[in-house]
């Protein structure tokens, strides 16, 4: 079937290494930030999100480094599998649970077993 | 973590046409808001659906073409009217956790063709 992230940026890592997949957001008044990632045919899964007043996070294998300077974010997977290929976006978001996400362009990321 | 059950998964629909795309979620939620995901791109706000006013549609996007209801706080239907190719697209919905924060969980997606 047709498959999400044709055109998108793509970054082939082999298995077992750390992925970075990197984003430039565009509102220097956003707060709230999510990386999700999707894959073929489904809706976008959350992975982890971190707020303004911090710089990084980290969950199970995927750290979220935050850079409010230049308006950068990046998600860094660890020990990269196979099953973490997908495409990733990021998202951006400014005030309360009651306004909506802006998401930036994406990233498919293809692991090479 | 809500859950949102959102169908039809996929369809095919002739030009000129009309479809029907519902979400349904397992708590109540305040606002619900949908997307469209054109072929290889990421994901565009069509519009927020608060129960019991008109949807607030985002620039590029009105309400002749994508009409939004909202009955209640577990429920929204997306209509994709006069349908053209243009319009073939992964339509989504989603809903923010209550409480706030914490991630945004979306539906898993309906794909249109339209022929």
């Known amino acids: 079937g047709e498959s999400v992230g044709l055109h998108l940026p793509t970054l082939s890592v082999q298995e077992g290494d750390n992925s970075i997949i990197n984003c430039a957001y565009s509102?220097?008044?956003?707060?709230?930030f999510i990386w999700y990632k999707q894959e073929s045919g489904k809706g976008p899964q959350f992975i982890i999100d971190?707020?303004?007043?911090?710089d990084k996070r980290q969950g199970q294998r995927v750290t979220v480094l935050l850079n409010k300077t230049v308006k950068h974010l990046s998600l860094q997977i660890a020990a990269t599998q196979p099953g973490d290929s997908a495409v990733y976006f990021c998202?951006?978001?400014?005030?309360?649970?009651?306004?909506?996400?802006?998401f930036g362009k994406g990233t498919r990321l293809s692991v090479i077993a | 973590s809500a859950v949102i059950s959102q169908k039809p998964s996929r369809d095919i629909c002739q030009r000129g046409t009309s479809l029907t795309i519902q979400c349904q979620v397992d708590?109540?939620?305040?606002?619900m808001f949908w997307y469209r995901q054109q072929p290889g791109q990421s994901l565009t706000l069509i519009a927020t659906?608060?129960?019991?006013?008109?949807?607030?549609?985002e620039s590029g996007f009105v309400i002749d073409k994508f009409p939004i209801s909202r009955p209640n706080l577990t429920f929204s239907t997306l209509t994709v009217s006069n349908m053209s190719p243009e319009d073939s697209s992964i339509y989504l919905c989603?809903?923010?956790?209550?409480?706030?924060?914490?991630?945004?969980?979306f539906g898993s997606g309906t794909r249109l063709t339209v022929v």
């Open positions: 989603s809903v923010a956790l209550p409480g706030g924060g914490g991630g945004y969980t």
């Open positions: 509102n220097s008044a956003s707060d709230y």
């Open positions: 971190i707020r303004s007043n911090m």
């Open positions: 998202a951006e978001n400014r005030g309360s649970g009651n306004t909506p996400l802006v």
């Open positions: 708590s109540q939620v305040t606002m």
């Open positions: 659906a608060n129960q019991g006013s008109e949807a607030t549609y």
